[in-house]
């Protein structure tokens, strides 16, 4: 079985003899690889170029036997494409480059159709990577939600309390549902290109989904992400990751997403144990783990393992991002014990 098929039959809920694996933000800073391609291009360069983007994509799977790469990019390249550019503070976060701070502003966002034209150049990528690739490993690719990118783009950018944001929720919910609309139809567009290039799952990353009050997730957040789900390919499969929002996932599992990636604050055998079988679980090991010690790592991932012995639809990963001071030989540890688990 190739790692593709391996992690594609995951999703399908089918049971292995060990769960497939790969990490969120695995092709990043941890890397010293990918550390000295950064210090002769930019962030946002290497995003925008194919040959850089797919060598900082498969820069992980040359050191580490792991079953997926993917896609190498930024959320925001979707309220770029829509007018609204953004960049690196020197202290920290984002900044873009100007604040949704008006009806006017949102109504003057580019529409959905030009997106893939202006994102022509992660579709490039994708294609290289699934020549590259070969069909030996399952290919990524992956997007924000839609309430999570507008935290950015009414914000202003990275924030402490998300005012901005929950102040056009609650006192301009009609201006609040056009963005939203924007973003859910420039994100279907976006993520059909992305299938269209080569892409086995799309990701989507609704990482702010946690600070919405609970009753309000749904008309927040959790609506726009089904209608992008429905309007995608039937039974393509969609990962679904919102980061601090146990309380939502028997909600999020009828979402349409084939899989729902939970942060390490969840019980994952617990979740896999009130959740319908048909819906695959990925995760979720703690990531500040990975700076600690391979022996803890080790400890840890069996842990986890031994837990979901026996469960069909388990995809190893991460209950968040891997840390840029993340340890190689932690990495390897991690790897090494999935890889030679047996269920």
Known sequence: MT?????????????????????????????????ALKSSHSFLEMVRTPELAAEVTLQPLRRFALDAAILFSDILVIPEALGQPYRFREEGGIAMEYRLDSRARIEALAPAAEVPARLSYVSDTLA???RELAGKHALLGFGGSPWTLATYMVEGGSSDDFLQIKS???QDRASFDLLLQKLTDALIAYFRAQ?????????IFDSWGGIIAGPDYEAASLRWIKAIIAALP???????????TAPHLFDQSFSGARVLSVDWTVDLRVARDQLPKTIALQGNLDPVLMNLTPEIVRSQASALLERMRGQPGHIFNLGHGILPQARLDCVQALVDTVVNWKS
């Open 3 to 35: 790692s593709r098929e391996r992690f594609l039959a995951a999703c399908a809920c089918r049971l292995l003899e060990r769960p497939p694996l790969w990490i969120m933000r695995q092709a990043g800073r941890y890397l010293p690889e990918y550390r």
């Open 128 to 130: 290289l990577l699934r």
């Open 168 to 170: 056009l929720f609650y």
């Open 195 to 203: 299938i269209a290039a080569g892409a086995d799952a799309i990701q």
């Open 234 to 244: 039937k039974d393509f499969p969609v990962i679904l990751y919102a980061k601090g």
